[in-house]
C-alpha cells in the first residue's frame, strides 16, 4: 500500500463511469453485486485495488443494496483493514446513495448523510420536508397492505376526478408505477390485495414534465440544466413510446424554475453533491415538484450535457464525494452557453422483451444535420441484457437553434429510424 494515498470506495460501478475517476492517486476500492462485477469488463476491474462482492439478485429493484446494509458494512471494514479507513464513500447512482450515506455515518466519513439521502429516496417523507419549505407538491398518501378502503376513499375524495398515480416510495425509472383510471379503480386494486408495501397513491398533475440537472457545492447551485420531456419514463417503460428532453430556450421560466430548484435543494439539506429533480409545469403556469434524486440523471442525461454542453456530471459527483473542488468555476446554466440554442436527447424504445439480436437498422440515411451523437447498435449486437433499465433500440443527441427546432428534427428520427430483432440465442 503506497502512503500517502486516499482510501476511496465505490459502492456500485459500472464501466461508463471509469473515466471520471483516478485510479491512480487513490486506493479505490469498490463493493458490488456479484451481477454487476460478472457486467463488468476485467480491463476496468482491474484498476481497482479490491473488489469486495455482495450476494444479491441481479434484479431492478433499487432497495437490494440498502438491504443488505449489514454485509456491506462488514466487507468496508475487511477493505479498511488492507487499505485503511475509507477517506470516501462514492454512491453515483439511485440503488446506492442511501446504502454510502449509512456506511458514511458509520465509518465517520464526511458527505452527504443519512437523513438527506433518506430524503430523496423516499417520496413520501421528500414531498413532506418540501411541501413545508412552501413548495407545491401533489397530494398523497403512503399506503400498503393494511391502508383501509375508508382512509382510501377519503384521500380519493380530496383530489380531482381523473388518473391516480400508484407507485413505490423509493424506486426509479418508472419501476413499479401504475397509473388507475380514477378512485374505483384503486380501491378494487386495494379490496384485492393488489397494494403492496411501500407505496403511495399521488394526485395525478396535469401538465409538462421537466428535468433538472445540476451540481451543487457548499450550498451553491453551480450547475443547472432545464430540460423538457418530449413523453414520460411511465409511456417509455410500460407503453413502448420514444423517450427524449429538450433543453428550455424560454428565460423567464428558468430563472424561476432554477428559484424553484434552489428551494428544494435547501428543504432536503443537500449541499454537496449532483442531483436530477422532476418537476410538472402545468397549464396555468404553476411549478410543481415530482421527485429528486442525489446523484446525476439516467437515460440520455449525463451523456448529453457532458457532449453538448461540456459539463461532466458523472465526474462532478465523484468530486463531490471525494471532497475534491468541482471544475465548474463560477454558477452558471445551459443558457449562459453560447451555442447551440438548445439541444436534447432521444431514446427509440426496443419494444421486445428479453434478448434480441439486431438483424438491420434502416434510416440512418435520413437522420438530419441536426445530429450531435448517435449510438447505434450494430448488425448483429444483442440487447436487451441483464442490467439494462433503458431498453433501446438506439439513442441520438440533437442540437438547434431553439427548443421547437429541436423538438421538430427529433420527430423527424423517429418517423424514420427503424431497428429489427430477432429473438437471441440465449445459450
Same mark, same amino acid.
Given at each position: 500500500?503506497?502512503?500517502?494515498?486516499?482510501?476511496?470506495?465505490?459502492?456500485?460501478?459500472?464501466?461508463?463511469?471509469?473515466?471520471?475517476?483516478?485510479?491512480?492517486?487513490?486506493?479505490?476500492?469498490?463493493?458490488?453485486?456479484?451481477?454487476?462485477?460478472?457486467?463488468?469488463?476485467?480491463?476496468?476491474?482491474?484498476?481497482?485495488?479490491?473488489?469486495?462482492?455482495?450476494?444479491?439478485?441481479?434484479?431492478?429493484?433499487?432497495?437490494?443494496?440498502?438491504?443488505?446494509?449489514?454485509?456491506?458494512?462488514?466487507?468496508?471494514?475487511?477493505?479498511?483493514?488492507?487499505?485503511?479507513?475509507?477517506? %470516501?464513500?462514492? $454512491?453515483?447512482?439511485?440503488?446506492?446513495? @442511501?446504502?454510502?450515506?449509512?456506511?458514511?455515518?458509520?465509518?465517520?466519513?464526511?458527505?452527504?448523510?443519512?437523513?438527506?439521502?433518506?430524503?430523496?429516496?423516499?417520496?413520501?417523507?421528500?414531498?413532506?420536508?418540501?411541501?413545508?419549505?412552501?413548495?407545491?407538491?401533489?397530494?398523497?398518501? !403512503?399506503?400498503?397492505?393494511?391502508?383501509?378502503?375508508? *382512509? &382510501?376513499?377519503?384521500? %380519493? /375524495?380530496?383530489?380531482?376526478?381523473?388518473?391516480?398515480?400508484?407507485?413505490?416510495?423509493?424506486?426509479?425509472?418508472?419501476?413499479?408505477?401504475?397509473? @388507475?383510471? =380514477?378512485?374505483?379503480?384503486?380501491?378494487?386494486?386495494?379490496?384485492?390485495?393488489?397494494?403492496?408495501?411501500?407505496?403511495?397513491?399521488?394526485?395525478?398533475? *396535469?401538465?409538462?414534465?421537466?428535468?433538472?440537472?445540476?451540481?451543487?457545492?457548499?450550498?451553491?447551485?453551480?450547475?443547472?440544466?432545464?430540460?423538457?420531456?418530449?413523453?414520460?419514463?411511465?409511456?417509455?417503460?410500460?407503453?413502448?413510446?420514444?423517450? %427524449?428532453?429538450?433543453?428550455?430556450?424560454?428565460? %423567464? &421560466?428558468?430563472?424561476?424554475?432554477? *428559484?424553484?430548484?434552489?428551494?428544494?435543494?435547501?428543504? &432536503?439539506?443537500?449541499?454537496?453533491?449532483?442531483?436530477?429533480?422532476?418537476?410538472?409545469?402545468? +397549464?396555468?403556469?404553476?411549478?410543481?415538484?415530482?421527485?429528486?434524486?442525489?446523484?446525476?440523471?439516467?437515460?440520455?442525461?449525463?451523456?448529453?450535457?457532458?457532449?453538448?454542453?461540456?459539463?461532466?456530471?458523472?465526474?462532478?459527483?465523484?468530486?463531490?464525494?471525494? =471532497?475534491?473542488?468541482?471544475?465548474?468555476?463560477?454558477?452558471?446554466?445551459?443558457?449562459?452557453?453560447?451555442?447551440?440554442?438548445?439541444?436534447?436527447?432521444?431514446?427509440?424504445?426496443?419494444?421486445?422483451?428479453? +434478448?434480441?439480436?439486431?438483424?438491420?437498422?434502416?434510416?440512418?440515411?435520413?437522420?438530419?444535420?441536426?445530429?450531435?451523437?448517435?449510438?447505434?447498435?450494430?448488425?448483429? $449486437?444483442?440487447?436487451?441484457?441483464? =442490467? /439494462?433499465?433503458?431498453?433501446?433500440?438506439?439513442?441520438?443527441?440533437?442540437?438547434?437553434?431553439?427548443? !421547437?427546432?429541436?423538438?421538430?428534427?427529433?420527430?423527424?428520427?423517429?418517423?424514420?429510424?427503424? &431497428?429489427?430483432?430477432? $429473438?437471441?440465442?440465449?445459450?
Amino acid at each position: 500500500m503506497k502512503a500517502g494515498k486516499r482510501h476511496v470506495v465505490h459502492i456500485g460501478f459500472h464501466a461508463s463511469e471509469a473515466s471520471a475517476v483516478d485510479f491512480e492517486a487513490d486506493h479505490v476500492t469498490a463493493v458490488m453485486a456479484r451481477g454487476s462485477r460478472a457486467r463488468l469488463p476485467d480491463a476496468t476491474a482491474s484498476r481497482f485495488a479490491r473488489i469486495a462482492l455482495l450476494d444479491l439478485p441481479d434484479s431492478t429493484d433499487l432497495d437490494t443494496y440498502d438491504r443488505a446494509f449489514d454485509r456491506m458494512r462488514e466487507l468496508v471494514a475487511e477493505l479498511a483493514a488492507e487499505f485503511g479507513p475509507p477517506d %470516501a464513500i462514492v $454512491a453515483l447512482y439511485e440503488h446506492t446513495t @442511501l446504502p454510502a450515506a449509512r456506511l458514511r455515518e458509520h465509518f465517520g466519513v464526511p458527505g452527504t448523510g443519512v437523513r438527506t439521502a433518506l430524503l430523496c429516496r423516499d417520496k413520501v417523507p421528500m414531498k413532506e420536508a418540501v411541501a413545508a419549505a412552501g413548495v407545491p407538491v401533489p397530494r398523497y398518501l !403512503a399506503v400498503g397492505p393494511e391502508t383501509g378502503l375508508g *382512509e &382510501l376513499a377519503s384521500f %380519493a /375524495d380530496l383530489l380531482p376526478p381523473g388518473p391516480i398515480v400508484l407507485k413505490p416510495r423509493s424506486q426509479g425509472a418508472s419501476i413499479g408505477v401504475r397509473i @388507475l383510471d =380514477g378512485a374505483e379503480e384503486l380501491l378494487a386494486v386495494a379490496a384485492e390485495g393488489g397494494i403492496e408495501a411501500g407505496y403511495e397513491a399521488e394526485e395525478f398533475v *396535469e401538465g409538462s414534465i421537466y428535468h433538472i440537472d445540476g451540481v451543487v457545492r457548499d450550498f451553491e447551485m453551480l450547475w443547472f440544466c432545464a430540460s423538457r420531456y418530449l413523453d414520460t419514463c411511465f409511456n417509455f417503460q410500460h407503453g413502448n413510446q420514444p423517450l %427524449a428532453a429538450v433543453t428550455s430556450d424560454d428565460p %423567464a &421560466l428558468v430563472a424561476r424554475m432554477r *428559484e424553484f430548484t434552489a428551494t428544494v435543494l435547501g428543504a &432536503l439539506g443537500l449541499t454537496d453533491s449532483t442531483f436530477h429533480l422532476e418537476l410538472f409545469h402545468t +397549464p396555468d403556469d404553476r411549478l410543481v415538484f415530482l421527485e429528486i434524486g442525489n446523484r446525476f440523471g439516467g437515460a440520455g442525461i449525463s451523456w448529453h450535457q457532458r457532449t453538448v454542453l461540456g459539463v461532466d456530471l458523472v465526474k462532478e459527483a465523484v468530486l463531490a464525494c471525494t =471532497g475534491r473542488p468541482s471544475e465548474l468555476s463560477s454558477p452558471r446554466t445551459m443558457l449562459d452557453q453560447r451555442a447551440p440554442g438548445a439541444s436534447g436527447w432521444l431514446y427509440m424504445p426496443l419494444a421486445e422483451q428479453g +434478448p434480441r439480436q439486431v438483424l438491420d437498422v434502416t434510416g440512418l440515411d435520413e437522420l438530419p444535420d441536426s445530429v450531435v451523437g448517435a449510438g447505434i447498435p450494430e448488425t448483429g $449486437a444483442v440487447l436487451n441484457g441483464k =442490467g /439494462d433499465v433503458w431498453r433501446t433500440a438506439g439513442r441520438f443527441l440533437v442540437s438547434g437553434d431553439s427548443s !421547437a427546432a429541436v423538438e421538430h428534427s427529433m420527430g423527424r428520427i423517429v418517423d424514420t429510424y427503424t &431497428l429489427t430483432t430477432k $429473438a437471441a440465442d440465449q445459450r
